[in-house]
């Protein structure tokens, strides 16, 4: 297995576990907040999303599918296109109302633009430094577990979340 491979297959795995914690879910369970104040399905997913949209498309000097594809206004969320979901609070968590198919539409579309992004990378790409504001610089590579790491997380959450509701 080679970089790429197992690139792909990592980023693969969370869009199992999106799929499976958004699949035929209505709106309101989607927006539903454990306890009225936890993060909803809806709100994971798209903060887990846009993480991936904004951080690859960085890293690999595109624009984001989210303002490239025109997501932005399909979703109607009342959040700035730069916004990611980092340091939301309350308010900003219970305005994600979102369906399946906005959820799912995003998340695929952004999904592709990484298989497509990942496919070419080889050993080499991954010492390539991508954010100088930390010390040390992060790396291409060590962006990447990041973004796969705290992905995961969020679909597992939002599973989670759909076994406490369903």
């Given at each position: 297995?080679?970089?790429?491979?197992?690139?792909?297959d990592g980023f693969g795995?969370?869009?199992?576990?999106?799929?499976?914690?958004?699949?035929?879910?209505?709106?309101?369970?989607?927006?539903?907040?454990?306890?009225?104040?936890?993060?909803?399905i809806a709100w994971l997913?798209?903060?887990?999303?846009?993480?991936?949209?904004?951080?690859?498309?960085?890293?690999?000097?595109?624009?984001?599918?989210?303002?490239?594809?025109?997501?932005?206004?399909?979703?109607?969320?009342?959040?700035?296109?730069?916004?990611?979901?980092?340091?939301?609070?309350?308010?900003?968590?219970?305005?994600?109302?979102?369906?399946?198919?906005?959820?799912?539409?995003?998340?695929?579309?952004?999904?592709?633009?990484?298989?497509?992004?990942?496919?070419?990378?080889?050993?080499?790409?991954?010492?390539?430094?991508?954010?100088?504001?930390?010390?040390?610089?992060?790396?291409?590579?060590?962006?990447?577990?990041?973004?796969?790491?705290?992905?995961?997380?969020?679909?597992?959450?939002?599973?989670?979340?759909?076994?406490?509701?369903?």
């Amino acid at each position: 297995m080679n970089t790429s491979e197992l690139l792909l297959d990592g980023f693969g795995r969370i869009q199992e576990v999106v799929q499976e914690a958004v699949d035929g879910l209505s709106d309101d369970v989607l927006s539903t907040r454990p306890d009225g104040s936890g993060n909803s399905i809806a709100w994971l997913v798209w903060h887990l999303t846009r993480i991936q949209d904004d951080h690859l498309a960085d890293a690999g000097g595109y624009e984001q599918v989210l303002t490239a594809d025109g997501w932005h206004e399909r979703l109607g969320l009342p959040f700035d296109p730069a916004d990611t979901g980092y340091g939301h609070g309350p308010d900003d968590v219970a305005a994600v109302k979102l369906s399946a198919e906005q959820l799912t539409g995003y998340y695929e579309a952004v999904h592709t633009r990484t298989l497509r992004y990942l496919e070419g990378l080889t050993d080499k790409d991954l010492d390539r430094i991508v954010d100088h504001r930390w010390n040390p610089p992060v790396t291409l590579g060590v962006r990447l577990i990041s973004v796969l790491s705290d992905d995961l997380q969020h679909a597992g959450q939002a599973a989670y979340v759909r076994g406490l509701l369903t």
